[in-house]
Antibody, heavy 116, light 106 residues
Framework: QVQLQQSGTELVKPASSVKISCKAS????????MHWIRQQPGNGLEWIGW????????KYNQKFDGKATLTADKSSSTAYMQLSSLTSEDSAVYFC?????????WGQGTLVTVSS | EIVLTQSPTTMAASPGEKVTITCRAS?????MHWFQQKSGTSPKPWIY???KLASGVPDRFSGSGSGTSYSLTISSMEAEDAATYYC?????????FGSGTKLEIK
């Protein structure tokens, strides 16, 4: 069965960077888009962008240009999102979600807390 | 950017009551998709392509709409339906979600 296993909670300092992972299993990793979605505390959902692991192509929400960088490692079937220049506004739960009618499968979410 | 406006923001329904949640788009979209999220968990796909139920979704749920106006309906509210529901459009970039409707049981 399809599973997306995300990395654990991160506590990071302002102005630093963090890289979170999403390990996929149960399907052909290179054949499906992987999306990333942000949920700030008590707030709704925001689409960050997608990566197509088959060729590394990416598409970003302009709001996250320069903030998020999406990559994928085909050898380990793992998608990554690096967030840079972190501020308190970046404190949120970040989800990966595999495409398919749409966002048919979600990771459990990674909590990122930005605090000094 | 297409803005999705959901209404109501919050509501409470009694068991057996009919519930309708609306999602209005600032521009026409081809389809609307819906997700259910319960506290502390990941969103679940609920309705896709406007009216198709995701796997495991009870048939008391339905979806309809076109253009700029879409809705999710529960024919008879049950306690397990209490959750936050989000609409999503993927007709144009950036993909956007509605702000959510929190549905509670009375």
């Amino acid at each position: 069965q399809v599973q997306l296993q995300q990395s654990g909670t991160e506590l990071v300092k302002p102005a630093s960077s963090v890289k979170i992972s999403c390990k996929a299993s149960g399907y052909t990793f290179t054949s499906n888009y992987m999306h990333w979605i942000r949920q700030q505390p008590g707030n709704g959902l925001e689409w960050i962008g997608w990566i197509y692991p088959g060729n590394g192509n990416t598409k970003y929400n302009q709001k996250f240009d320069g903030k998020a960088t999406l990559t994928a490692d085909k050898s380990s079937s793992t998608a990554y999102m690096q967030l840079s220049s972190l501020t308190s506004e970046d404190s949120a739960v970040y989800f990966c979600a595999r495409d398919g009618s749409p966002f048919a499968y979600w990771g459990q979410g990674t909590l990122v807390t930005v605090s000094s | 950017e297409i803005v999705l406006t959901q209404s109501p923001t919050t509501m409470a329904a009694s068991p057996g009551e009919k519930v309708t949640i609306t999602c209005r788009a600032s521009s026409s979209v081809s389809y609307m998709h819906w997700f259910q999220q319960k506290s502390g968990t990941s969103p679940k796909p609920w309705i896709y392509d406007t009216s198709k139920l995701a796997s495991g979704v009870p048939d008391r749920f339905s979806g309809s709409g076109s253009g700029t106006s879409y809705s999710l309906t529960i024919s008879s509210m049950e306690a397990e339906d209490a959750a936050t529901y989000y609409c999503l459009q993927r007709s144009s970039y950036p993909l956007t979600f509605g702000s959510g409707t929190k549905l509670e049981i009375k």
